[in-house]
């Protein structure tokens, strides 16, 4: 009993780098950039990216709190969950919950790309969607492949996940940030 206990413990420990790199470094990568792309579109304010401090945590996330009408944390909590069950059905072996997921809400924000007027085409909000849609499942299936990897006793090749997709990422912020607004 405490061998298999043991192992199980062994394997948590194993996916614990991959669930944090999915979930925490998936967090502020798609942060820095979504929050860059909706200030380049003008319809937000650039919130929390690497914070100094505590204080720049909690002051930051009640400015975001209250600019987005008391909704502002959804994203964020939604974003967790989204990897932690894109990341998990990795690992059980059911990807196809993915599509599942991504048709649904693709089909609940449908109405929002339809609504959307003005100066801000549709299509722009979409496209950012589809940004962050993807950046949250290649942080998750990165975590995944992370936690496998540590599993496997790969510890190089984890490591070069950890770095490139985030490395990868900030190269996409750059070019967003300094291309020209259509």
Known sequence: MGEGLTLGLQTYLAFSPGYVFSLFVGHFALVSV????????GIAETSLWYPASA??????????????GGE???PAALGYVERTLYTLSWHVGAPQFI?????LKTAVQW????????QLPGRHVYNVFLVGSALSLL???GGAAVAQLVLDNMVLRAAAIVVVLP????GLKAWADHSEVV
């Open 72 to 74: 502002g944390w959804h």
């Open 55 to 68: 204080r720049r945590v909690l002051d930051g996330a009640a400015r975001h709190w209250r600019r987005k």
């Open 111 to 118: 109405h929002r790309w339809q609504q959307a007027g003005g």
């Open 34 to 41: 979504l929050d860059g792309l909706h200030a380049r579109m």
């Open 139 to 141: 942080y998750a299936s």
């Open 167 to 170: 490395l990868a990422t900030w």
């Open 99 to 103: 599509v599942v997921w991504l048709g």
